[in-house]
């Protein structure tokens, strides 16, 4: 069996929100924006804003993936960072 790290291990059971799957391999930016704060509005277990648990997971799989990430998927992330942040405007 093969030993996880701790972030798969973090991303796969985190307690602060059920993820879409497959929702950070998305091609679209609004829609893992969109994805990740609808996730955050409907979790009864987060412990700060929707807006903050949504960016707090996306910058937390951003960092986590590392180099492993390719730098269009990255570039993707990023840009869902910023619909993020119109949605809370």
């Known amino acids: 069996m093969m030993q996880q790290k701790w972030s798969q291990h973090v991303t796969e059971s985190s307690d602060a929100l059920d993820l879409e799957?497959?929702?950070f391999t998305w091609n679209d930016p609004q829609r893992i924006a969109?994805?990740?704060l609808n996730s955050a509005e409907?979790?009864?277990r987060r412990k700060t804003s929707a807006y903050r648990s949504a960016m707090s997971m996306l910058t937390f799989y951003i960092n986590r993936a590392g180099k492993g990430l390719d730098s269009r998927q990255r570039q993707t992330l990023e840009e869902a960072k910023d619909c993020l942040r119109t949605?809370?405007?």
């Open 42 to 44: 409907a979790s009864d």
């Open 87 to 89: 949605f809370r405007e």
């Open 21 to 23: 799957e497959g929702v």
């Open 34 to 36: 969109r994805s990740l």
